[in-house]
């Protein structure tokens, strides 16, 4: 990697919210992404994705 400046340190108040993010177990903004909870399950379609 060529030309690459340093990083800058990451400010705590901002790692505390990375490490606070997680992944959802459902859908709350209706972003399917394709790989169902359910193996072999079939994705619903609902007014979000209309």
Do not use: W
Not at 26 to 47: C, F, H, K, W
């Amino acid at each position: 990697m060529k030309n690459q400046k340093p990083s800058a340190p990451i400010p705590n108040a901002v790692q505390e919210i990375l490490n606070s993010i997680h992944a959802a177990k459902d859908d709350p903004e209706g972003s399917y992404t394709g790989v169902p909870a359910i193996p072999n399950e079939m994705p619903l379609q609902d007014a979000d994705d209309l």
